[in-house]
């Protein structure tokens, strides 16, 4: 089976200064990536996913990630953060064999923008 | 993106009373849907995947009698929480799968769901 570790439950950063969110995950099968956003009492948006090609993705809101596969990570990073970017952040899988296409979350981890 | 809308975004019951809880696909067309369930703090778990018609896949330990799923139309699938208990209190939220777009899933809003 596959899993996802966030090992950041926290991270608390000054606005404007970069920042970097990490990810790893455990899968015997190759496996799409996604880092999604959530916002208090909302559902879930995209900011990027990872499916093939090259490995440095750029998402919404000036977020990107970098797909390495010997490591099985994929770190998410802004250069600049801003209060807004305030929220939580969950990082997921798919897995590329199946056709159920149902997404693996890990356990989020909770940016906080200072001033 | 697409959008996917959920009905209530909250509401609240009495133990016993049964709550169905609407997903709906508004700019396209979804042949599968997922609901997943949030407790506080912690990360989405999946529930169940929602076929339009056929029978919808439960995860392990996801009582299916007790979290009825119905997938009647293309942009509709309904999550009932029948007999419900405080335990079942959480955040619910539900997913649209793009046939469009490679594993592309859109979120809706969520509903909170307190069992009294």
């Known amino acids: 089976a596959q899993s996802v570790t966030q090992l950041d439950s926290q991270v608390p950063v000054f606005e404007e200064a970069p920042v970097e969110l990490r990810c790893n995950y455990s899968?015997?099968?190759?496996?799409?990536l996604f880092w999604y956003v959530q916002y208090p009492n909302q559902g879930l948006q995209l900011l990027l996913k990872?499916?093939?090609?090259?490995?440095l993705v750029k998402g919404i809101n000036g977020f990107e990630a970098e797909f390495n596969k010997s490591q099985t990570s994929f770190h998410l990073r802004k250069p600049s953060v801003h209060i807004s970017d305030t929220a939580e952040y969950f990082c997921?899988?798919?897995?590329?064999?199946?056709?159920?296409?149902?997404?693996?979350f890990g356990s989020g981890t909770r940016l906080q923008v200072q001033p | 993106g697409a959008v996917v809308s959920q009905h209530p975004s909250r509401v609240i019951c009495k133990s016993g009373t049964s709550v169905k809880i609407e997903c709906r696909s508004l700019?396209?067309?979804?042949?599968?849907m997922f609901w997943y369930r949030q407790f506080p703090k912690q990360s989405l778990m999946l529930m169940a995947t929602?076929?339009?018609?056929?029978?919808?896949?439960?995860e392990q330990g996801v009582e299916k009698d007790k979290f009825l799923i119905n997938h009647a139309s293309l942009t509709l699938s309904t999550l009932t929480v029948t007999s419900a208990h405080p335990e079942d209190s959480s955040f619910y939220i539900c997913?649209?799968?793009?046939?469009?777009?490679?594993?592309?899933?859109?979120f809706g809003p969520g509903t909170r769901l307190t069992v009294l």
């Open positions: 899968s015997s099968v190759s496996v799409y």
């Open positions: 929602s076929n339009e018609g056929s029978k919808a896949t439960y």
């Open positions: 997913s649209a799968r793009d046939p469009q777009g490679i594993d592309t899933q859109y």
């Open positions: 700019d396209f067309q979804a042949t599968t």
């Open positions: 990872y499916l093939s090609g090259s490995t």
């Open positions: 997921a899988v798919s897995l590329m064999d199946t056709g159920r296409r149902a997404l693996t």
